[in-house]
């Protein structure tokens, strides 16, 4: 069965949403409702073991999940009906292969995410059931869109601050693919201020050259910080003291992230602008000057346009791939 193939309606169908990040992976049990239907399962990724190895390892947490309901509720196996996949990379999310991929893991473009673990799950007895894939921001603003911080919004820009920067666009309840699966990739929009830093794709000047956690921390050190500090949460916290170093390229990645948000949002015009990985869970040392550049930059009729915290944390993209699998069961809207 393909990833598009979808079968007949289910009353009440459970399906799996796993998270496949370079460094773990989580999954759990979801109803077509979008609550989790047993307890979360989180294992480390393999991810410098190779592409057959990370498929083994998404097929053995699905099968723990699944295990584990079914030890809820003894006497009642567990009947699982479709698997969701948000993972790391540009997914063709038509054939659930991925088309690119950083060296997050090894090996991982051109893997056929669906078949693979499709096959290790009949292999494990669970029957040929639909596989659904997708990137995983993508399927971070899925969760948010569908349950979380933009649930009753006709349109929501999506981005998240982290490792990376990565954004989706979620129209009603549709997420925006594009001709080439990067729709909403905002991390590679060239940014002011990041003209001469290297991004993490090979080229200069995009937002996530500026804006991400390790460039966030590569700054400060460039900049003379000390090279004690381990991290962009160390850097934070140097700001909150007062360390005018830290302060400063705190305050660049913010304004940088702002001015870029007021130009995307004035091309796509979206209801609502949703924040979320862990530069979102900072202070207002940088809320402030990223809502007051971003406030400065918006046209009238975009005065309004809402930025907000994202609200289901690391739960999003389980629930936002499990929707996916849902979808193929036309078991949700």
């Known amino acids: 069965m393909s990833t598009t193939d979808a079968a007949p309606p289910l009353s009440t169908p459970l399906v799996v949403g796993v998270d496949l990040g370079g460094t773990k992976m989580a999954a759990a049990l979801v109803t077509a409702d979008g609550a989790l239907a047993g307890p979360l399962a989180s294992v480390p990724t393999p991810a410098r073991s190779g592409p057959e190895a990370v498929l083994d390892a998404i097929a053995s947490v699905v099968d723990t999940v699944v295990s584990a309901g079914t030890h809820q509720a003894p006497g009642a196996p567990v009947a699982v009906s479709a698997v969701g996949?948000?993972?790391a990379g540009v997914v063709n999310v038509s054939t659930g292969t991925?088309?690119?991929?950083?060296?997050a893991i090894t090996g991982w473009t051109g893997t056929s995410v669906a078949t693979g673990v499709r096959s290790r799950l009949v292999a494990q007895g669970y029957g040929d059931m639909p596989v659904h894939?997708?990137?995983d921001v993508d399927a971070y603003a899925g969760g948010e869109a569908w349950l979380g911080a933009g649930r009753d919004a006709g349109s929501v820009l999506v981005v998240a601050v982290g490792t990376g920067v990565g954004g989706s666009v979620v129209i009603n309840g549709t997420t925006v693919r594009g001709a080439h699966y990067v729709a909403g990739e905002i991390g590679h929009?060239?940014?002011p201020g990041a003209e001469n830093e290297m991004c993490t794709c090979g080229r200069r000047g995009h937002l996530e050259a500026i804006a991400a956690g390790p460039q966030i921390h590569r700054r400060?050190?460039?900049a003379g910080g000390d090279p004690e500090v381990a991290n962009a949460f160390e850097v934070e916290q140097r700001a909150d003291a007062g360390d005018p170093i830290a302060s400063l390229?705190?305050?660049d990645s913010a304004i940088a992230l702002g001015k870029v948000l007021a130009g995307v949002v004035a091309v796509l015009d979206p209801e609502r602008v949703v924040l979320s990985g862990g530069l979102a869970r900072a202070g207002e040392l940088w809320w402030a000057p990223l809502r007051e550049t971003f406030r400065a930059e918006?046209?009238?009729p975009l005065a309004d346009v809402p930025l907000v915290r994202a609200e289901l944390g690391t739960n999003a993209p389980i629930i936002g791939a499990a929707r996916g699998a849902l979808r193929l069961l036309g078991?949700?809207?």
Request: no cysteine.
């Open 85 to 87: 996949v948000g993972s």
């Open 98 to 103: 991925i088309v690119s991929a950083t060296d």
């Open 133 to 135: 894939v997708e990137n």
């Open 189 to 191: 929009v060239p940014a």
């Open 220 to 222: 400060y050190l460039a």
């Open 249 to 251: 390229v705190y305050r």
């Open 298 to 300: 918006l046209i009238d």
């Open 331 to 333: 078991a949700t809207a």
